[in-house]
């Protein structure tokens, strides 16, 4: 009988070494669970080490716990297990206990991969992912941070390594620290690190996939060069990660900057004229913009600020548009139409001075030569409203007006399609139904323009239907 015992639990090491859990699982069970007292204390704790790691394995964790305790009321020196017991407390988010558990081990065995893991897991959960950039002490995180990048020097493919530095970066991202994100950037080789996305549900149930690890540290990376203004650095890594995510916008949105500011304004304005019909952001245009006004292409700059500010009147955050309408101001100066440059320098420093922030000197020089006071009582919403009639005027202004009826209205409310009965049937989206949306209903006719598009389904350019009305 021992003889049978003794064959099965080396069987069940065996699979175990080569992590063959779906045949090491069984064989422990069996063990454990056929376990008398006249067994040899050391064949038993053994033998529940190995069942707790299998079954920590099948995250089973709650049994593993229990397998945990009763091994250690057999055995409190035996360090194996302690490092499992640790493992299954990480899982409960009892970080604390299973730091402290780690500490005791690792003091003893230095080496033990599975030890530094696991400590390295809690300490992670402990001290970096929840930090608060605008309450936490950023000194005290870099030096919990410097503790698991020592403590994990031998085992660079260690998640919380991975995650710390990532987390590290986000936090200095936050406060302007771009050498430092440089620097935290070493710590990890970004051919080493996982391609897979993460999955995350929001509090509405809702999935959504994050960047993986590898996007987001040249994204994250990328960006800090391009903020010290060292583009070819910038270019460099960018192309490098355009290898193996060719179709990101915005890492080609970078290459772009990237290759604008090193002289190549003409295949820069050829990738974000590309870009700009998949991703109607603001930004985009504007960098479009600012190339054509570094060419002194003054119509051109003017027709994609225009276009810039059209889609940026849902932004939430107004304050950030300040630099277009100052780019828009200058070229109304340029133009000699002194009225408008005053109202969008007007506008330019109410949405500094409305959120406290300083008139940098650029602002404040071109407001000296225009006699504009940023002290009037007009605010920038109201300004906003006249100006952007400027905005849509300029982007339909020679387009052909189309006609039509609502034929359909998608089940989720938020896009439909109208026939015009003659053409194909034209995409919409309900952000662009202008007026009371009770109006947006199956059979309503309509006028509507027509702009390119990308349709990602079909991977190819299309038309949608823009700025539509109820037609009179």
Known sequence: MNNDLNEMRQKAMDFRKRKDYDSAYPLFEKLWNSRKETESKDNIKWDGWGYALCLNHFKKYDMALQVCKEVYKIDKNFNYIKGVYAFCLNQFKR??????????????????????STYAWAA???????????????????????????LTRNT??????????????????????????????????PEKLNTEKYNHTLPDGKR??????????????????????????????TNQALEFLPDDVWLTRRRAICLDHLGQNEESLKLLTSIASRKKEWFIFKDIASIHYEKNDLEN??????????????????ENLWELYFMI????????NSDKA???????????????????????????????NFDQTQNSVVLIKELSKDWAENKYSGKEIKSGIIKTIMPSGKSGFISTGTQPDYFFRMSEFKGNKKYCVEKTKVTFYLEKSFDKKKNKETEIAVNINVAE
């Open 124 to 150: 992670y959960n402990l001290y970096i992912n929840k930090f608060d950039i605008e309450k936490g002490n950023i000194e005290e995180l870099l030096k919990y941070a410097k503790g698991i990048i020592d």
């Open 156 to 189: 660079p493919e260690d998640l919380a390594r991975i995650e710390t530095v990532l987390k590290i970066i986000d936090n200095l991202e936050a406060i302007g620290k771009w050498n430092d994100v440089l620097e935290w950037s070493k710590y990890l080789s």
């Open 301 to 318: 700059a003017l027709k994609y600020c225009y276009e810039s500010s059209l889609h940026a009147i849902r932004n939430p955050k107004q």
């Open 208 to 237: 959504v996939a994050l960047p993986s690890p590898k996007e987001k540290w040249f994204s994250k990376v990328t960006k800090a060069y391009e903020k010290l203004a060292r583009f070819q650095e910038c270019l460099d890594l």
């Open 95 to 116: 970080f604390e206990e299973a730091l402290s558990i780690c500490k005791e081990v690792y003091s003893k065995t230095k080496t033990n991969k599975y030890i530094i």
């Open 342 to 372: 005053k109202k969008y320098c007007l506008l330019s420093g109410l949405l500094r001075t409305e959120h406290e922030w300083k008139i940098p000197p650029k602002l404040q020089e071109l407001a000296l030569e225009l006699k504009v």
């Open 329 to 336: 101001a200058q070229i109304h100066k340029r133009n000699n």
